[in-house]
């Protein structure tokens, strides 16, 4: 069995349907990724195949577009979902290691889904919640005034 097939939710009809309606259109290359990546939910290397042998470019040219632009995945999403706040008030605050702390701990990079599949890690900028800074939201819900250990304690809850 094939990753993208494991745990299947979306039919490849739909992805056939996008592709189709884009046949041929290089120029189409990153709307179709980000339809196809909204109906799949990721990037696996089957669907870029896939996608560009319908618009007509080169795997290399799918996947550099993939790996440039940091919203889209070629792994699907952790079961739980950590957003760090980098935007001004966190990061004077700390969140660069709150980051750095929680990386360390998943082992994984920002933008990145543990081999488990347990946790997604993303970084966003303004969570809406500056006085409560650094924040952190794991599955939307905000968790502040946080310090490196504070962020990995917190995980501990999400199992
Ligand atoms: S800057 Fe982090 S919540 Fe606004």
Not at 91 to 114: C, H, M, N, W
């Amino acid at each position: 069995m094939t990753e993208c097939c494991q745990q299947q939710s979306w039919s490849m009809e739909e992805v056939e349907q996008i592709l189709d309606a884009y046949q041929g259109q290089s120029s189409a290359l990153i709307e179709v990724l980000h339809q196809v990546q909204h109906v799949v939910g990721y990037l696996p290397r089957e669907i870029q195949v896939k996608i560009a042998k319908a618009l007509d470019v080169s795997l290399g040219e799918v996947y550099s577009v993939i790996s440039f632009y940091s919203n889209f995945n070629i792994k699907p999403k952790g079961k739980h979902q950590i957003c760090v706040c980098k935007g001004t008030a966190c990061y004077v605050k700390g969140s660069p290691e709150i980051l750095q702390r929680l990386e360390k701990e998943l082992d994984i990079e920002a933008g990145d889904t543990t081999d488990d599949g347990k946790y997604s890690l993303e970084v966003v900028r303004c969570l809406g919640a500056c006085g409560l800074g650094p924040v952190m939201t794991v599955d939307g819900n905000a968790h502040g005034s946080l310090k490196p250990e504070k962020a990995v304690a917190i995980l501990q809850k999400y199992n």
